[in-house]
């Protein structure tokens, strides 16, 4: 059934492009343009009741922005740590996040979905802006949009735009070129990055963090008949890069990075999205759907030290299919504006994930811990072997099917809205795993014994969200407004992967026992695969902003209160594990404050964009200590952004200085509260000639060399972290032809 669905999906999308294409092209001519938002909301930005950041692509582009992460603190309360590998695009917002699995923030392009959190940081060119909603949008986005809704649009063929070239060349021998331009019913963007690195691996003295990454993408969008239109967005991307760069901290000292054993990622992610708009005389109609393909394949040194502990190879091939229909009122200023949509998507990954335990892991991680549980006088157990594969290997689907409704009460100044959502999903693994040792038992035995442990099964889970919103916005006048949100997000469950190790390892240990026909009085503790399925995180937000727009001053100020339940957290089990699990470890509250204010008068421009937020656990005991009323580790308390610039006419020429503030923290790095960082800022300046279509221009960030520890986590009883980027400056040329 879920099979015949995504073949469903795929024929429909298919058939629909082939009957289009098969249109005359004069169909296009002299048509009238019809908006398309990439947005679901029935209103305008400024009339929806939560905080909202729009940056145009112009502001991206003037600040180094070109990815996902560069985002970071640009907009309040967001914060996506640059560090590990491309894959590794942590989210946290208003308090929310977590280091593994589901996001806590929606990302949509041009209104497509991205289903795959390890497709959210990639490169990108053409465009035209990015729009954040603030706080849950469970009602109109569903699962994974608790913290918020990140909309990318792209340019449009039906725009004029001219072509757009952008080199740049700068520190790390980092090189990136862009281009983007539209012809007829095509628009193409295309961009390409290479750096060297920026941290060397001293073991292997060499840099372990170089990048290669190409993306690009294909958008025909064609007005199919005067009341419809018709859009394909095809987009691919492709990156080879080193990365994990993560030293050891030690008697409160940071050691650089140094270990022996490989550590990259590869990936390659396709999206191919269209999306049909019909504007009837009493309805407007969106059909919009997917097919989604990511392939990736990751080397990691588990131990990050230069001995041969463990190392971990993770490979998938995950393949998704979605598809939305949503029914509006088409009267844009009618009193009553409702919308009703179905949405559906499945998903299937193949992953591979074997873990290699080599000659010390083997010694410090399976014998020492072996032969504690055994007593002296019985004697001790010996391996032969100098690298001991774990194999496992998961089938792993996860289905979700939504029908959601919307009303919008548009009377006189006040804008009332009422939501609802209905989301149902379920998800299956099955897990195959595969242990082989020979051992020894001495002084018994005095030849090696072969022994096999498989590990296979299947769990599963169901989950029923009911997901409600109410807002209400009124408008003071034509410059203030003012607006109140009660609104509910989750974030979807799953299962463990990364425990498996651990797992096979105390099943290995405990055949052994049983294969040599001794009883233990105590068992290796460990987890089994009933405790990798974690179940979904849920939160409830109330919030109340306001808005002012006057001239060239425009501001936005918001206060909320969120309360988490079933809170998802990455956590270790205790002694030389291996592994690492997500488990829903309790309550948290989150209460903060998010404000943009920005001055642009004529060639003055200025900007300020500040959150505060404070995120604690209400309850929270592992077992092991109770920390309700800690922190929550990796949430900034602080977030800033904050830039003033200036524009010079010299003749025909026009001389553009920028410089800028960019700040988080502090944070509290794990739950106890015992490893902290403090509040940073770092420098960033822009200094460009602009020669009418040619723009050259010098660009700095970290310009004071801020060192910054951007990352933590623990590995085998010991702690890592990763580093900031150090200073980068950046020299380039943007020309239109």
């Not at 001519?29 to 929806?48: F, S």
């Not at 699962?143 to 649009?153: C, I, K, T």
């Not at 902290?676 to 000639?689: D, H, N, Q, T």
Request: aromatic share 12%.
């Amino acid at each position: 059934m879920k099979t015949f669905a995504v073949a469903m999906t795929a024929m429909v999308l298919i058939s629909i492009l082939a009957a289009t294409m098969a249109l005359d092209d004069t169909l296009t001519q002299n048509l009238p343009m019809i908006n398309v938002t990439a947005l679901k909301e029935q209103v305008p930005t400024e009339r929806i009741a939560s905080a909202v950041s729009s940056i145009s692509f112009e502001t991206l582009r003037k600040n180094g922005t070109y990815r996902p992460n560069s985002l970071s603190r640009t907009i309040p309360g967001l914060h996506i740590p640059d560090y590990g590998a491309s894959m590794t695009s942590t989210v946290y917002l208003r308090g929310l996040g977590s280091r593994m699995d589901n996001p806590v923030m929606g990302l949509y392009i041009d209104g497509i979905p991205v289903i795959d959190k390890n497709a959210y940081d990639f490169d990108w060119e053409g465009l035209n802006g990015v729009t954040m909603l603030g706080g849950p949008q469970g009602t109109m986005y569903g699962r994974n949009s608790m913290g918020g809704v990140l909309s990318l649009s792209t340019i449009s063929p039906l725009e004029d735009s001219k072509p757009t070239v952008r080199l740049e060349y700068g520190t790390a021998n980092t090189f990136r070129a862009g281009i983007s331009f539209t012809t007829g019913s095509h628009a193409f963007s295309a961009t390409f990055r290479h750096t060297d690195g920026f941290f060397m691996n001293v073991y292997k003295n060499r840099l372990t963090d170089p990048y290669d990454g190409l993306s690009f993408r294909w958008k025909w969008e064609r007005h199919v008949t005067e009341r419809a239109t018709l859009t394909n967005i095809l987009q691919a991307n492709l990156s080879k890069e080193g990365g994990f760069a993560y030293g050891l901290w030690q008697d409160s000292v940071l050691h650089p990075v140094s270990y022996n054993d490989e550590g990259s990622y590869r990936r390659l992610s396709v999206i191919e999205g269209f999306k049909l708009h019909r504007c009837g005389d009493e309805f407007k109609t969106d059909v919009a759907g997917s097919l989604q393909l990511l392939s990736d394949d990751m080397h990691m040194d588990q131990d990050y030290t230069p001995k041969s502990v463990f190392t971990l190879q993770q490979k998938q091939l995950s393949g998704a299919g979605t598809l939305e229909f949503t029914l509006r009122r088409a009267d844009a200023y009618a009193l009553w504006q409702p919308q009703t949509g179905l949405f559906a998507f499945y998903r299937l990954n193949s992953m591979s994930a074997p873990v290699t335990f080599k000659r010390d892991g083997i010694e410090t991680l399976i014998l020492n811990n072996a032969n504690s549980h055994i007593p002296e006088d019985i004697g001790y157990l010996a391996i032969s072997d100098t690298r001991m594969p774990v194999n496992s290997d998961f089938l792993i689907d996860t289905w979700n099917t939504a029908l959601f409704h919307e009303s919008v009460f548009d009377l006189d100044r006040w804008t009332l809205t009422a939501g609802i959502r209905l989301d149902y999903e379920g998800g299956t693994m099955d897990y195959d795993c595969m242990a082989r040792l020979h051992y020894r038992f001495e002084p018994v035995m005095t030849a090696d014994r072969e022994l096999s442990v498989p590990y296979k099964g299947t769990v599963s889970h169901r989950h029923f969200e009911v997901i409600p919103k109410l807002s209400a916005l009124f408008r003071v006048n034509s410059e203030t407004a003012l607006y109140a949100t009660l609104s509910k997000g989750y974030r979807a469950g799953g299962f463990n992967t990364q425990i498996f190790s651990d797992i096979l390892q105390n099943i290995t240990m405990n055949a052994v026992m049983k294969d040599l026909g001794v009883h233990l009085d105590r068992k290796f503790v460990s987890v089994t695969a009933g405790n990798t399925e974690y179940d979904p995180e849920t939160a409830w937000n109330m919030e109340l902003g306001t808005r002012f727009n006057h001239g060239p001053f425009r501001a936005q100020a918001s206060v909320y209160c969120m309360n988490v339940s079933g809170q998802q957290l990455t956590v270790f089990p205790p002694g030389m594990s291996t592994g690492r699990m997500m488990t829903n470890a309790g309550r948290s509250r989150s209460i903060g404050l998010e404000t943009v204010m920005s001055w642009n008068p004529e060639r003055f421009r200025s900007h300020v964009s500040w959150s505060w937020c404070d995120a604690r656990f209400i309850s929270y005991n592992d077992g092991n200590a109770d920390y309700s009323g800690n922190r929550l580790p990796y949430v900034p308390e602080h977030t800033l952004d904050a830039g003033i610039g200036y524009s010079f006419r010299l003749g025909s020429r026009t001389l553009d200085i920028d410089a800028g503030l960019n700040g988080a923290g502090p944070y509290s790095w794990n739950e106890a509260g015992t490893q902290k960082e403090p509040f940073r800022l770092k420098v960033s300046g822009r200094i460009a000639m602009v020669l009418g279509d040619t723009e050259i221009y010098v660009r700095g960030e970290n310009l004071t060399g801020t060192q910054e520890r951007s990352f933590y986590f623990k590995s085998v009883g010991k702690e890592f972290f990763a580093s900031g980027k150090p200073r980068t400056i950046m020299t380039g040329i943007t020309f239109k032809l």
